[in-house]
Antibody, heavy 116, light 107 residues
């Protein structure tokens, strides 16, 4: 059974870079697609982007200029970097496995607040 | 970007009742529509893929239908544990998008 766990700072200052890591256990990051999805408090789900098993990345155009998703196969984890954050980036960030056609395994999520 | 619009935004139903949630896409997505359940303080969980195929372990009271632009999720014989927010998601084209969610209350 694949399990995912997000980690990283819960508080980021405006204009700085948000960095999160997702550790994958029970599966390998060299297969499937590894995804970040966020959910602002009390709101819906937004796909940020994913990284494929081949190393290709696909980002939401609304965030593309600020997002980087990368993978560390030796440690079986993948990461999110979101630059120049504002209060609008405050959200629960989920790391998720995309096994086409659906997002089938989700981490518990980590709350990130952007505030000075 | 494909916009998914769910209706209703909120529904309150009694146990053993039946509810139908609709999801309309801004353009045809064939059958590439999937449904998730999110309970309070939990991550979403996949219920149905490709409009009507139930995921392993999902109770049979959950069913889906539709194709093209109009889809429905039906929950029959509601249980108290079905109180949650339900989201549709399309994988037809990037970026992946979700409906705004339908909050279901069990009275």
């Amino acid at each position: 059974q694949v399990q995912l766990q997000e980690s990283g700072p819960g508080l980021v200052k405006p204009s700085e870079t948000l960095s999160l890591t997702c550790t994958v256990s029970g599966g390998s990051v060299t297969t499937d697609f590894w995804t970040w999805i966020r959910q602002p408090p009390g709101k819906g789900l937004e796909w940020i982007g994913y990284l494929s098993y081949s190393g290709s990345t696909y980002y939401n155009p609304s965030l593309k200029s600020r997002v980087t998703i990368s993978v560390d196969t030796s440690n079986n984890h993948f990461s999110l970097r979101l630059s120049s954050v504002t209060a609008a980036d405050t959200a629960v960030y989920h790391c998720v496995r995309y096994k086409p056609p659906a997002f089938d395994m989700w981490g518990p999520g980590t709350m990130v607040t952007v505030s000075s | 970007e494909i916009v998914l619009t769910q209706s209703p935004d909120f529904q309150s139903v009694t146990p053993k009742g039946k509810v139908t949630i609709t999801c309309r896409a801004s353009q045809s997505i064939d059958g590439n529509l999937h449904w998730y359940q999110q309970k309070p303080d939990q991550s979403p969980k996949i219920l149905i893929k490709y409009a009507s195929q139930s995921f392993s372990g999902v109770p049979s009271r959950f069913s889906g239908s539709g194709s093209g632009t109009d889809f429905t999720l039906t929950i029959s014989s509601l249980e108290p544990e079905d109180a949650a927010t339900y989201y549709c998601h399309q994988s037809s084209s990037l970026p992946h998008t979700f409906g705004q969610g339908t909050k279901l209350e069990i009275k």
